[in-house]
Each structure stands twice: as C-alpha cells, then as structure tokens.
Nanobody, 121 residues
Framework: QVQLVESGGGLVQPGGSLTLSCRAS????????MGWFRQDPERELVASIS??????DYEPSVKGRFTISRDNAKKMVYLQMNDLKPEDTAVYYC????????????????WGQGTQVSVSS
C-alpha cells in the first residue's frame, strides 16, 4: 500500500522557516512526480516536482520562498519554507501523482495524514 508520512510542522513566527519532510513507501517512488498541498480549508497544490527532480512548479504566492526537493534513494520529499507568513498557516499534505511518468498538470492521489504549520506571533 502507498504510505506517505509527513513531519516537520510546528509553530513559527512570521519571517521564520520550517522544513517539512515526507517519507514514502509502497510504490516505485522514482517513477512518480510528487507534490505538496495545503488545506485551509480548501486544498490547493503549492509545489510539485517531477520524478527525477529536474522540474518544479510553485503556486504564485509561495514562489521564491518555498523550495521542493526529493531524494529518490531515501524515498523522501522535502519542502523548505522560508519567510513564512500568517497566510501560510494550514495543514500541509504530501501527495503522489496518480500516473507514472507525468508531471505537468498531473492529477494526485494517496495523500498523507498531514502536518500542521502555524505562523503567528
């Protein structure tokens, strides 16, 4: 079974940084694009990365502040978040692309349980 487990969330002051991690198992990790979503309360894709890490895409409000990366040997996906703003407060989810060998405009399935990110003074 596909399993995605997020960690690294917490409470941070505006302007601070957090790194989220996602541990993946149960599928051919290096064959699938991965993404980070957030829900507050609607779910939106904030960052995505192609199977081999060569291409990334970001929601405009996080571009220049967030960086998505992956380590296929470790089956890990990361989201480095800098200059955090109160508007970034949400539950963040790691997700797997539905179809192998797709990235741009990919559909996603198999979300993790999520990790809470709260940005407040």
């Amino acid at each position: 079974q596909v399993q995605l487990v997020e960690s690294g969330g917490g409470l941070v002051q505006p302007g601070g940084s957090l790194t989220l991690s996602c541990r993946a198992s149960g599928f051919s990790f290096s064959s699938y694009a991965m993404g980070w979503f957030r829900q507050d309360p609607e779910r939106e894709l904030v960052a995505s990365i192609s199977a081999f890490g060569g291409s990334t895409d970001y929601e405009p409000s996080v571009k220049g502040r967030f960086t998505i990366s992956r380590d296929n040997a470790k089956k890990m996906v990361y989201l480095q978040m800098n200059d955090l703003k109160p508007e970034d407060t949400a539950v963040y989810y790691c997700a797997k692309a539905r179809d192998a060998a797709t990235w741009y405009s990919a559909k996603y399935d198999d979300w993790g349980q999520g990790t809470q990110v709260s940005v407040s003074s």
